[in-house]
């Protein structure tokens, strides 16, 4: 079946390095993935999204890398901040079911970031 | 500044007890749904709703059940709580013609059954 997941359930870094967290997933009909940040004690917040069409995409101090070719993507943040961390989660695209469809979360990969 | 709320935001119970987690959003959107969430671990969907007298079980199957009456408002009602439900509950919304993006969620509900 489909799955979206990631490689690490935790990754620390020093900061002001930057942080390259990653995704793989397993239908290769995905056309959409979005990354979602999750604080402590606070639902996921949506960071930045690619479409397929695209192999990467920049936000402010975040890009994300699409290779459909191994079916992976990685989110990477530029000069962690305290305040980055968070748990990540990548999300795929809409799996149809009859009736309708829904997302995919992945297990997220928890952020630490030392002083 | 959330445009959706859920309450309560901690929830201590005992067994047997018919509990209901609210969730509201203020943003019009048609879709909405109820995650479950174990501490450290990925998001699984219980419930979701297209728009208003439509809802649909997740890929988690949950002995909580659901309604929408109406547009803003995705209650989850468990008629008999069990320590087996301690876990966190999260309440999302999306528009309808942007499935996967701007997936707006709750801060959640911390639901612990004695």
């Known amino acids: 079946g489909e799955s979206v997941g990631l490689h690490l359930p935790t990754l620390s870094v020093q900061e002001g390095d930057n942080s390259i967290i990653n995704c793989a997933y397993s239908n290769s009909a995905s056309d959409y993935f979005i990354w979602y940040k999750q604080e402590s004690g606070k639902g996921p917040q949506f960071i930045i999204d690619i479409r397929s069409n695209m192999d990467k995409r920049q936000g402010q101090r975040v890009t994300v890398l699409l290779n459909k070719t191994v079916k992976h993507l990685s989110l990477q943040i530029a000069a962690t901040q305290p305040g980055d961390s968070a748990v990540y989660f990548c999300a795929g695209p809409p799996r149809s079911t009859t009736g309708g469809f829904k997302t995919i979360f992945g297990a997220g990969t928890r952020l630490f970031v030392k002083a | 500044e959330a445009d959706i709320y859920q309450t309560p935001r901690y929830l201590v119970i005992g067994t047997g007890k018919k509990i209901t987690l609210e969730c509201s959003q203020t943003m019009g959107h048609d879709k909405m749904y109820w995650y479950q969430q174990d501490p450290g671990m990925e998001l699984h969907l219980i419930h979701y709703s297209y728009g208003v007298n439509s809802t649909e079980k997740g890929d988690l199957s949950s002995e909580s059940t659901v309604s929408r009456i109406r547009t803003e408002h995705f209650p989850l009602t468990l008629e008999s709580a069990r320590p087996s439900h301690t876990s966190q509950y999260l309440c999302?919304?999306?528009?309808?013609?942007?499935?996967?993006?701007?997936?707006?969620f709750g801060s959640g509900t911390r639901l612990t059954v004695v």
């Open positions: 999302a919304s999306s528009e309808a013609t942007r499935e996967g993006h701007g997936y707006t």
